[in-house]
């Protein structure tokens, strides 16, 4: 009872521990896979962007039409990203023939593309997370819009909307935030970006290869994140050592005939520092094996509620690195008991009650 | 030797002391114990409560170190053993048996035996010849039980088991009937006097029913931390 109380504590933080990473993972994931999904080569960026956020100065729209001249270009269109709902979830306003024509198209599941100026096109997660059906109205960055089609997920964005309308509705007339090129082939991308660095009508924008930005979408890059990693993991070690302390505690105390016992057999300080040392072993493994039985469920379930805001995924390589945290924590728990333990007087052990 | 200590002597003390410290009290529970035991003997000690007879269990058994004064055991000198020593000594050289029994609870009696050989550090299992030990004890249909299964007779067997397990030079039975009716007390006092006849087993039994202490070949009595007669 003790121990299994104990490992439902010790696999509580566990579990955090795994949802976050796999938050942040499946949300770089998901934007990578979205990136990918464009048929793009080559993004162009505000200038006071980060990778990351699209704050800053917008990019006039008339330099699409500009830069779909430069040397190896075969196509450049210009969209419009904004913030739907907190910093995970974004909508796009794009020009839908130029898009279409670079990425292929989107697959719709049911309905088409825009045919009036207020229609929106979500992809099957948010559709399913809203509940939304072609033909809806909903509310969208406080605007009412139509339902007109839904696609399979994967591309751009889990939201798309006609770039002049969203421009309108936002204040935002003549400005895109980044800028989509494709190249005439894909072996022409390097040289097709240093010639847009090197123009002087394009100096201070921020120019990746698709390629180059997919892999600057990671965990590590991400500022704040890598760090509140850590404190979670500071908390799920804290807290594993502190349930482990008190539960090896209580256990000892419990116990103390009983390594009377031990003791009055010829058992050593160490032999009974090793029994207490591997339940406390076996409390941190249980702890991080119930953990990742948790974070299957609390993805389930974000799956059902939010799989477009929170694309969360298993990451395996956490395993083994919340496993080790954990069973250190336990130990290191296990230690003051466990030494008490061991340094108990056996006579006086042997007459506790 | 010329200090009147005979060599076939599994046991040699000389005036053992041994003073706890309550608080700032010295409560002295040995004064000055002179006690030799051949190997082979079943001794029986007798004395009343507080006269120091588990104290002196205590301290041959390595529990506890000595104030002062000689003990040797096995030819082993304990009043000069680190508490590690102690400890090594306590595996091999001497087995427990208490008034209480003290089987782990949450072991079958196979298991709580096969502790004692793992501690002692042997292989688990008992060589094939304790089995007759085992029938000896009459125990040997009960292995499979856990403690809270068997009758406090059977118990206390199981516990006599464990003690020799490792094949000790000394027995030390604390009191082991007196959580006993009268029909398990004879039962483990002829058990104890088998293993003592059988196996040549040298065994130190504390009582205080003198019935029980006519088992043995001879009786000391205590009183007040010192040996007052031996009969
Ligand atoms: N760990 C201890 N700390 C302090 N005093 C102790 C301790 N153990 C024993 N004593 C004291 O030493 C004296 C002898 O105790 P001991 O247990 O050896 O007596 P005993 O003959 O076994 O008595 P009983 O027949 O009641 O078991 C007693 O006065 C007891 O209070
Ligand atoms: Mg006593």
Excluded at chain 1, 123 to 144: C, E, F, M, R
Excluded at chain 1, 260 to 271: E, P, R, V
Excluded at chain 1, 283 to 300: D, E
Excluded at chain 2, 203 to 214: C, D, K, Q, Y
């Amino acid at each position: 009872m003790r121990s299994l109380l104990s490992i439902l504590l010790i696999g509580v933080p566990v579990t955090l521990i795994l949802c976050l990473v796999g938050l942040s993972h499946g949300f770089i994931e998901d934007s990578q896979k979205r990136a990918r999904g464009i048929g793009a080569d080559i993004l162009m960026r505000p200038k006071t962007s980060s990778f990351l956020s699209l704050n800053g100065a917008p990019i006039p729209q008339q330099l699409v039409a500009y830069i779909a001249k430069q040397p190896h270009v075969k196509m450049a269109t210009g969209v419009f990203s904004v913030a739907a709902e907190g910093i995970t979830l974004g909508a796009t306003g794009i020009n839908y023939h130029e898009f279409a024509q670079m990425s292929g198209g989107f697959r719709f599941l049911s309905g088409g593309p825009f045919q009036k100026p207020d229609d929106v096109i979500f992809d099957d997660y948010y559709a399913n997370q809203t509940q939304s059906h072609v033909g809806d109205t909903i509310t969208l960055l406080n605007s009412k819009w139509h339902v007109c089609g839904i696609m399979e997920s994967g591309k751009l964005s889990h939201i798309v909307l006609p770039i002049d309308t969203l421009q309108e509705r936002t204040g935002n007339q003549g400005n895109v935030n980044q800028i989509y090129i494709r190249v005439d082939d894909p072996a022409n991308t390097q040289a097709a970006i240093r010639s847009l660095k090197d123009n002087p009508g394009l100096e201070g924008y921020p120019i990746f290869s698709m390629e180059e930005f997919t892999s600057l979408l990671n965990v590590n890059n991400i500022p704040a994140l890598a760090g509140f990693i850590a404190v979670v993991m500071g908390i799920g070690v804290v807290i594993g050592f502190a349930v482990v302390c008190l539960s090896m505690y209580m256990a000892v105390l419990q116990r103390t005939r009983e390594i009377g016992i031990l003791k009055s057999l010829g058992a050593s300080k160490s032999f009974i520092l090793g029994i207490i040392l591997s339940e406390a072993f076996f409390l941190g493994l249980g702890g991080t094996i119930l953990g990742i039985v948790m974070s299957y469920g609390a993805a389930a379930l974000i799956h059902a509620l939010k799989p477009a805001s929170l694309p969360m995924i298993i990451v395996y390589e956490w395993w083994p690195i919340t496993g080790a945290i954990t069973v250190a924590g336990a130990l290191l728990g296990a230690l003051y008991p466990g030494l008490t333990a061991a340094a108990h007087d056996p006579i006086e052990a042997l007459s506790y009650e | 030797m010329n200090n009147g200590v005979n060599n076939g002597d599994i046991i040699q003390i000389r005036d053992l002391r041994k003073t706890y410290r309550v608080g700032k009290v010295d409560v002295p529970a040995l004064r000055g114990v002179d006690l030799d035991v051949e190997k082979g003997h079943l001794l029986s000690i007798i004395g009343p409560s507080g006269s120091g007879k588990s104290t002196l269990f205590h301290i041959i058994g390595g529990l506890t170190p000595p104030t002062s004064g000689k003990v040797v055991v096995g030819g082993k000198d304990l009043s000069a053993m680190t508490d590690a020593e102690r400890t090594r000594m306590r595996k091999r050289t001497v087995g427990f048996v208490f008034q209480k029994f003290n089987l782990l609870p949450n072991l079958t009696a196979r298991d709580n035996i096969a502790v004692a050989r793992y501690i002692g550090g042997t292989d688990a299992r008992p060589e094939p010849e304790f089995e007759e030990v085992l029938r000896l004890l009459g125990i040997r249909e009960r292995l499979d039980h856990k403690p809270n299964a068997l009758s406090g007779g059977e118990q206390q067997r199981v516990a006599i088991a464990r003690a020799i397990v490792n094949h000790p030079a000394i027995l030390l039975a604390d009191e082991p009937t007196g959580n006993l009716d009268t029909e398990n007390s004879k039962a483990v006092l002829e058990v104890l006097r088998d293993l003592n006849r059988r196996l040549g087993q040298t065994i130190l039994m504390i009582t205080h029913n003198p019935e029980a202490a006519a088992y043995g070949d001879s009786t000391v009595h205590m009183r007040d931390g010192r040996i007052t007669e031996r009969t």
